[in-house]
């Protein structure tokens, strides 16, 4: 079986990369869809919608930046292996999308709300990768009771 490789400075840049190019296009995205006009209820409840989830979308993006600017500091020595642990860690579960709000959302928009979401699952896999490395294992003796 193929051991997994750490998480190293050109699998981070690639990533950081990724993830300002993805922001960029859901701002985009976002901030052209914020300039509808809002004439009725169906209209009003689209806006509702579309405010939630940037906010929700924006949110799992940043916390996805944080990450990658946390691990980019410690790959480049400005940061210490512990400062990282303590203070580089994922929130455990960003808010999912609501499916009624999502409805009322373009296609292009929700596909923007899935990539954010797959982004933000693949960099807590890797965090979850990297922090096992520092879980507390029980001793041989421990583990032959």
């Known amino acids: 079986m193929i051991e997994p490789t750490d998480i190293n400075r050109q699998i981070v840049e690639s990533l950081y990369s990724e993830a300002l190019d993805l922001s960029d296009a859901i701002r985009d995205a ?28 924006t949110t799992r993006m940043m916390h996805a930046l944080a990450w990658l600017l946390n691990q980019r500091a410690y790959l480049r020595g400005e940061m210490s292996e512990f ?21 009322y959302l373009s296609p292009q928009i929700c596909e923007l709300v899935e990539a954010s979401q797959a982004f933000y699952q693949r960099i ?22």
Request: net charge positive; proline share 7%; charged share 25%.
């Open 124 to 145: 807590q896999r890797l965090d979850t990768a990297w922090r096992a490395r520092f879980a507390m294992q029980p001793s041989a003796v421990d583990r032959v009771r």
């Open 83 to 103: 400062q990282l642990r303590r203070h580089g860690r994922l929130p455990a579960q960003p808010a999912s999308p609501n499916p009624q709000q999502m409805q």
């Open 30 to 57: 976002f901030e052209l869809s914020g300039r509808m006009e809002i004439a009725s209820h169906q209209n009003e409840l689209a806006q509702q919608a579309m405010s939630a989830e940037s906010l929700r979308t």
